[in-house]
């Protein structure tokens, strides 16, 4: 009983230590960084600070806008990707889910399946 | 139990019981030679041998070199193989000069070195002509024990480096006659 009340009741200063981890932990990047910087030779011109491009003069700007269609297809992707990850165990464990994880994957996929739908409607995946 | 793993001598320095004392010199240097980065840079054949190089027969790793950075930000080495023409030579320059420092530069078998047998009007001749070399490994292509032995050259260079070698006018004058802020 005793041992069940020690194990459940935290002090705010029980956790000290991770405090105490955490401070090390940034103080150690930190200061490694800072040393590196002032200990280490360094070069700077204006082409050496230019972006890396294999050695090819730059072209433009990176962060130009680009088209929002390619943006909405790969979340789209990521969305279904994920959906068929989630397929996979379920089908493995099919038998042993039984009625209940049945009921609860039509729920599943009838909300991705009502995302999708509204998605087709909204015209996402037009991409004339 | 018993090993035949060579692993790396520690430099010359004061030990006593549970302490060790040398130079930073000596200790950054032996940190840098035993992990030098290499950026490929390979054009034609003596790519081919310096990728038999990096194989596992020749294993370019044995020498901490296993790593090869294809961004010269985190390169240590730039292994230059093959011929470099002309309109390549601005390129050439452009990624050294992005490495960051202490950086060393081999130039991997006759063309790199010398312009090789293309004693021609399109091709440099060697890569000298526009940034400075550490180690020139001679071969028309030179064989993967060549490049090794010229990483191991340049392994005798980073250990004996000072570390206020790049620092030094001597340094910056070399970098000047090459027109390198």
Redesign the interface.
Known sequence: MLTHMESTTYLPSDYLPVVIQLGLALAFIVGTMIVTHM?????K????D?P?E???PVQGDARTPISIKYFLIAIVFVLFDVEVIFLYPWAVNFKSLGMTGFIEMILFMGLLLAGFYYIIRKGVLKWE | MASNIKMVEAPEGHTGEGFFATSMDKLIGMARANSLWPLPFATSCCGIEFMATMGAHYDIARFGAERPSF???QADVLLVAGTIAKKMA??????Y??M???RWVIAIGACASSGGIFDTYSVLQGIDRVIPVDVYVPGCPPRPEQILEGLMQVQELAKNES?RR??QPEYQALLESYN??
């Open positions: 200990i280490g030779p360094n070069r011109s204006e082409k050496k230019e890396f294999s050695g090819i | 961004s010269p930000r601005p390129v050439l320059k452009q990624v000069l992005q960051a420092e202490p570390l790049r620092n390198i802020e």
